[in-house]
C-alpha cells in the first residue's frame, strides 16, 4: 500500500482529464482545491525524476488554476516571469504528458517557450521582462483594435530589478488595459495578509467601488480644489489600510494584498480584475515550496533541484569532486582573511555563485544587490575608485545583461575590478536561456580587460589570484559542475599574464584549446599524434606561442565552448593575419545557433565538441592533405 504522504498515491481524476484550460474552464469551482492538490501532487512526482525549478511552482498552483480558470488564454496573454514558476502552467496547457521529457534532449524546455506551446505567449529565463513584454502586446492589441486582456506575473525577486520599473513607469502613462500580478513568495512588500485585507482587496476591485469612483471623478469634474480634497483623503485611506501608494502613484489601481493559496478570493478578485478598465496591480502573497515540507522548510535549496526522493525530499548527488563554483567560494573566502580590502558582490546570486560561506564569514564586505545586473557591476566600479578590491561573481548569461556597465563604467577607466563568470559554456539541462555562449566574444574587443579560462580546477584557483592580483579588470570565466579532478594547491603562484603552455608534443597539427576543451584535446591528440597548447588566456593571447606552433605545424586547430563568432579561434586568426603568416586553421566552438536543452555530455556531442566529433571535424577538413588519421 502506498504511504499516505506519496504525492503519486492520489487519484489524478481531475487532472488527467484537462488537456487544457478549456477543460479547466469546464470544472466547477467547487472541484478546484481538489485540482490544486492533484497538480502540486503531479509537479512533485515529475520534478523528483528529472530536476528542475521545484519551490517557485509548488507557490503558484492555486494562482496558476485561477488565472486559466478566469480568464480567456491564450486569446487573453498570459506572460510568465523568469519561468520557474511555469511548470503548473505547461502541466494545464496540454503538455501534462510530456512533462517525464522536462529539461531532457528532445523534451520539454523547463522555461515558457513560444514554439512549444501558443500557451506560452512569450520566450523567457531571464528576469523581469514580463512587464515590458505585456506592455508590448497590450499597445499592440489597440493599434490593431483587439479586445483581449494581457496579464504579466512577476516574481522570485524579479520587481526589484530596474527594467520592471521601467516598464511599470511606462506603462502607467499609456491609455491601455493591463494587468500585472506581484507573486509576493518571499514577503518583501507586506506583512502577512489574512481575512481583511482578502476582504478589502475584493471590494476595491469590486464593481461598486469602481464605479463609485469613476462617478465621482464625472461629478468632481467641475468642482477641481473639492475634487482634488477627495483625490487626496481617498490616497490617505488606502495608504493607511494598504502596505504601500507606490503603484498608485505609478497610474496602476492597486490592489492587495490577497492570500495566492485561496482559490475562492483569487478567482473572484480575478473575476473583478478582469471587468475592470486600465492599468490594474494585484498583489498575490504566496508561499514558495507550499505543500511540499522540504520545499517549505528549504525553499532556496529546492528552488532549483537536482532529482530527489519524492517521499523524504532528500537529493540525489552525483557529482563526486569540487564544482568549480565551490573551487571560486574557498578561494574568495581563503583571500578575503588575508586581504581586508576584498569585497564581494552578487546580484541575487549567493548559492548559485558559491557565496554562502563568505556571506557568513564576512557580512559587512558582502552585497546582493538583487535581479540588478547593471547595478552590480557600475556599484563594483564605484568601490574600485576608493581603493577597495570588488569581486562580482555572475553568471556568463547574465553577464550579458551589464555590457554597457563593463565597457563604460569598469573598462574605460581601467578600474580593478574582478569578475568571476561562472556557467560559462553550454549549461546543460537549463538549455539556449542560461547558456553562457557568448562571453569570450563580447568581451574579447574592449581594451583594458585580461581575459582567462582555466583547464582544470588547480588552474581555476591559479586564475582567480592572477586576475585579483592584476591591477585593472579581469575575468574568470569557468563552466559549470565538476572539472577533470587536478588536485588543487591553495599556495600556488598567479600566472604570468598572457602565457600559455605546451601540455603535448605531437606533429603536423598543433590544437589550440581554451578552458575545459583541454581535457578532450589531450584524448583527440593521442589520436592524432597532435601538439595540444593550453592557451589558458583568450586575452592577451600567448603571441609567441602561436607564431612558434604556427612555424613548426602544418595546421592549427582551435578549440573552446564559446560561440566560434568572434571567440578565441577569431582571436588566433586575427593575430596570425596581421602578421602576414598564412596558416590553414579549423577552429571548433559553438555554431551559430542556439543549442537546446540537454545533459551535457549530449550537447557537446550535438555540436561536434566531444573527442569523436573533433577527430571528425579534423580529419574530415584536412582529408586529401596526408589525412591525419594516417599520421
Given at each position: 500500500?502506498?504511504?499516505?504522504?506519496?504525492?503519486?498515491?492520489?487519484?489524478?481524476?481531475?487532472?488527467?482529464?484537462?488537456?487544457?484550460?478549456?477543460?479547466?474552464?469546464?470544472?466547477?469551482?467547487?472541484?478546484?482545491?481538489?485540482?490544486?492538490?492533484?497538480?502540486?501532487?503531479?509537479?512533485?512526482?515529475?520534478?523528483?525524476?528529472?530536476?528542475?525549478?521545484?519551490?517557485?511552482?509548488?507557490?503558484?498552483?492555486?494562482?496558476?488554476?485561477?488565472?486559466?480558470?478566469?480568464?480567456?488564454?491564450?486569446?487573453?496573454?498570459?506572460?510568465?516571469?523568469?519561468?520557474?514558476?511555469?511548470?503548473?502552467?505547461?502541466?494545464?496547457?496540454?503538455?501534462?504528458?510530456?512533462?517525464?521529457?522536462?529539461?531532457?534532449?528532445?523534451?520539454?524546455?523547463?522555461?515558457?517557450?513560444?514554439?512549444?506551446?501558443?500557451?506560452?505567449?512569450?520566450?523567457?529565463?531571464?528576469?523581469?521582462?514580463?512587464?515590458?513584454?505585456?506592455?508590448?502586446?497590450?499597445?499592440?492589441?489597440?493599434?490593431?483594435?483587439?479586445?483581449?486582456?494581457?496579464?504579466?506575473?512577476?516574481?522570485?525577486?524579479?520587481?526589484?530589478?530596474?527594467?520592471?520599473?521601467?516598464?511599470?513607469?511606462?506603462?502607467?502613462?499609456?491609455?491601455?488595459?493591463?494587468?500585472?500580478?506581484?507573486?509576493?513568495?518571499?514577503?518583501?512588500?507586506?506583512?502577512?495578509?489574512?481575512?481583511?485585507?482578502?476582504?478589502?482587496?475584493?471590494?476595491?476591485?469590486?464593481?461598486?467601488?469602481?464605479?463609485?469612483?469613476?462617478?465621482?471623478?464625472?461629478?468632481?469634474?467641475?468642482?477641481?480644489?473639492?475634487?482634488?480634497?477627495?483625490?487626496?483623503?481617498?490616497?490617505?485611506?488606502?495608504?493607511?489600510?494598504?502596505?504601500?501608494?507606490?503603484?498608485?502613484?505609478?497610474?496602476?489601481?492597486?490592489?492587495?494584498?490577497?492570500?495566492?493559496?485561496?482559490?475562492?478570493?483569487?478567482?473572484?478578485?480575478?473575476?473583478?480584475?478582469?471587468?475592470?478598465?486600465?492599468?490594474?496591480?494585484?498583489?498575490?502573497?504566496?508561499?514558495?515550496?507550499?505543500?511540499?515540507?522540504?520545499?517549505?522548510?528549504?525553499?532556496?535549496?529546492?528552488?532549483?533541484?537536482?532529482?530527489?526522493?519524492?517521499?523524504?525530499?532528500?537529493?540525489?548527488?552525483?557529482?563526486?569532486?569540487?564544482?568549480?563554483?565551490?573551487?571560486?567560494?574557498?578561494?574568495?573566502?581563503?583571500?578575503?582573511?588575508?586581504?581586508?580590502?576584498?569585497?564581494?558582490?552578487?546580484?541575487?546570486?549567493?548559492?548559485?555563485?558559491?557565496?554562502?560561506?563568505?556571506?557568513?564569514?564576512?557580512?559587512?564586505?558582502?552585497?546582493?544587490?538583487?535581479?540588478?545586473?547593471?547595478?552590480?557591476?557600475?556599484?563594483?566600479?564605484?568601490?574600485?575608485?576608493?581603493?577597495?578590491?570588488?569581486?562580482?561573481?555572475?553568471?556568463?548569461?547574465?553577464?550579458?545583461?551589464?555590457?554597457?556597465?563593463?565597457?563604460?563604467?569598469?573598462?574605460?577607466?581601467?578600474?580593478?575590478?574582478?569578475?568571476?563568470?561562472?556557467?560559462?559554456?553550454?549549461?546543460?539541462?537549463?538549455?539556449?536561456?542560461?547558456?553562457?555562449?557568448?562571453?569570450?566574444?563580447?568581451?574579447?574587443?574592449?581594451?583594458?580587460?585580461?581575459?582567462?579560462?582555466?583547464?582544470?580546477?588547480?588552474?581555476?584557483?591559479?586564475?582567480?589570484?592572477?586576475a585579483y592580483e592584476y591591477p585593472g579588470p579581469a575575468i574568470v570565466r569557468y563552466p559549470r559542475g565538476?572539472?577533470?579532478?587536478?588536485?588543487?594547491?591553495?599556495?600556488?603562484?598567479?600566472?604570468?599574464?598572457?602565457?600559455?603552455?605546451?601540455?603535448?608534443?605531437?606533429?603536423?597539427?598543433?590544437?589550440?584549446?581554451?578552458?575545459?576543451?583541454?581535457?578532450?584535446?589531450?584524448?583527440?591528440?593521442?589520436?592524432?599524434?597532435?601538439?595540444?597548447?593550453?592557451?589558458?588566456?583568450?586575452?592577451?593571447?600567448?603571441?609567441?606561442?602561436?607564431?612558434?606552433?604556427?612555424?613548426?605545424?602544418?595546421?592549427?586547430?582551435?578549440?573552446?565552448?564559446?560561440?566560434?563568432?568572434?571567440?578565441?579561434?577569431?582571436?588566433?586568426?586575427?593575430?596570425?593575419?596581421?602578421?602576414?603568416?598564412?596558416?590553414?586553421?579549423?577552429?571548433?566552438?559553438?555554431?551559430?545557433?542556439?543549442?537546446?536543452?540537454?545533459?551535457?555530455?549530449?550537447?557537446?556531442?550535438?555540436?561536434?565538441?566531444?573527442?569523436?566529433?573533433?577527430?571528425?571535424?579534423?580529419?574530415?577538413?584536412?582529408?586529401?592533405?596526408?589525412?591525419?588519421?594516417?599520421?
Open positions: 500500500m502506498p504511504q499516505r504522504n506519496d504525492p503519486a498515491s492520489t487519484h489524478r481524476l481531475l487532472l488527467d482529464a484537462i488537456d487544457s484550460p478549456v477543460d479547466l474552464r469546464r470544472l466547477p469551482e467547487h472541484r478546484l482545491p481538489e485540482l490544486a492538490a492533484e497538480l502540486r501532487s503531479f509537479l512533485i512526482e515529475c520534478v523528483s525524476k528529472t530536476g528542475g525549478h521545484l519551490a517557485a511552482g509548488l507557490g503558484v498552483v492555486e494562482l496558476t488554476i485561477a488565472l486559466h480558470y478566469v480568464f480567456n488564454t491564450p486569446h487573453d496573454r498570459l506572460v510568465w516571469d523568469v519561468g520557474h514558476q511555469a511548470y503548473p502552467h505547461k502541466i494545464l496547457t496540454g503538455r501534462r504528458d510530456r512533462m517525464h521529457t522536462l529539461r531532457q534532449k528532445g523534451g520539454i524546455s523547463g522555461f515558457p517557450r513560444r514554439s512549444e506551446s501558443e500557451y506560452d505567449t512569450f520566450g523567457v529565463g531571464h528576469s523581469s521582462t514580463s512587464i515590458s513584454a505585456a506592455l508590448g502586446m497590450a499597445l499592440a492589441a489597440k493599434q490593431k483594435g483587439e479586445r483581449r486582456q494581457i496579464i504579466a506575473v512577476i516574481g522570485d525577486g524579479a520587481l526589484g530589478a530596474g527594467m520592471a520599473f521601467e516598464a511599470l513607469n511606462h506603462a502607467g502613462s499609456m491609455d491601455i488595459d493591463l494587468v500585472v500580478i506581484l507573486n509576493d513568495n518571499k514577503m518583501s512588500i507586506s506583512p502577512p495578509v489574512g481575512a481583511i485585507s482578502n476582504y478589502l482587496a475584493r471590494l476595491l476591485s469590486g464593481k461598486f467601488y469602481t464605479s463609485m469612483r469613476e462617478g465621482s471623478k464625472q461629478a468632481l469634474a467641475g468642482m477641481p480644489q473639492l475634487r482634488h480634497l477627495v483625490g487626496r483623503w481617498e490616497e490617505h485611506v488606502k495608504g493607511m489600510l494598504m502596505p504601500s501608494t507606490l503603484f498608485e502613484e505609478l497610474g496602476f489601481n492597486y490592489i492587495g494584498p490577497i492570500d495566492g493559496h485561496d482559490l475562492d478570493g483569487l478567482i473572484r478578485t480575478l473575476r473583478n480584475i478582469r471587468d475592470m478598465p486600465g492599468q490594474r496591480f494585484l498583489h498575490v502573497v504566496t508561499k514558495k515550496g507550499r505543500g511540499f515540507k522540504p520545499a517549505e522548510g528549504e525553499p532556496v535549496t529546492y528552488h532549483g533541484v537536482t532529482p530527489f526522493d519524492k517521499h523524504t525530499g532528500q537529493l540525489i548527488k552525483t557529482a563526486t569532486g569540487p564544482t568549480y563554483t565551490q573551487i571560486f567560494g574557498g578561494w574568495l573566502c581563503d583571500t578575503a582573511e588575508s586581504d581586508p580590502r576584498l569585497v564581494a558582490i552578487t546580484p541575487a546570486m549567493c548559492e548559485g555563485s558559491g557565496l554562502t560561506a563568505f556571506a557568513k564569514r564576512f557580512p559587512e564586505r558582502y552585497f546582493d544587490v538583487g535581479i540588478a545586473e547593471q547595478h552590480a557591476v557600475t556599484l563594483a566600479a564605484g568601490l574600485a575608485c576608493e581603493g577597495l578590491k570588488p569581486v562580482v561573481a555572475i553568471y556568463s548569461s547574465f553577464f550579458q545583461r551589464a555590457y554597457d556597465q563593463l565597457v563604460h563604467d569598469v573598462a574605460l577607466q581601467n578600474l580593478d575590478v574582478t569578475f568571476a563568470v561562472d556557467r560559462a559554456g553550454l549549461v546543460g539541462p537549463d538549455g539556449a536561456t542560461h547558456a553562457g555562449s557568448f562571453d569570450l566574444s563580447f568581451c574579447r574587443p574592449i581594451p583594458n580587460l585580461v581575459i582567462m579560462a582555466p583547464a582544470d580546477e588547480n588552474e581555476c584557483r591559479r586564475m582567480l589570484k592572477t565538476t572539472g577533470p579532478g587536478a588536485p588543487i594547491d591553495p599556495q600556488a603562484p598567479a600566472l604570468p599574464i598572457g602565457q600559455g603552455e605546451i601540455r603535448r608534443q605531437g606533429s603536423r597539427i598543433a590544437i589550440l584549446a581554451f578552458g575545459p576543451m583541454l581535457q578532450p584535446a589531450l584524448e583527440v591528440a593521442e589520436v592524432l599524434d597532435a601538439t595540444v597548447a593550453n592557451m589558458r588566456f583568450v586575452k592577451p593571447l600567448d603571441a609567441a606561442l602561436i607564431w612558434d606552433l604556427a612555424d613548426r605545424h602544418e595546421f592549427l586547430v582551435t578549440i573552446e565552448e564559446n560561440a566560434i563568432a568572434g571567440g578565441a579561434g577569431s582571436a588566433v586568426a586575427e593575430l596570425l593575419a596581421a602578421q602576414g603568416i598564412v596558416k590553414r586553421c579549423l577552429h571548433l566552438g559553438l555554431p551559430d545557433r542556439y543549442i537546446e536543452h540537454a545533459e551535457h555530455h549530449e550537447q557537446l556531442a550535438d555540436v561536434g565538441l566531444d573527442i569523436r566529433g573533433i577527430i571528425s571535424s579534423i580529419q574530415e577538413v584536412f582529408t586529401g592533405q596526408n589525412n591525419p588519421s594516417d599520421a
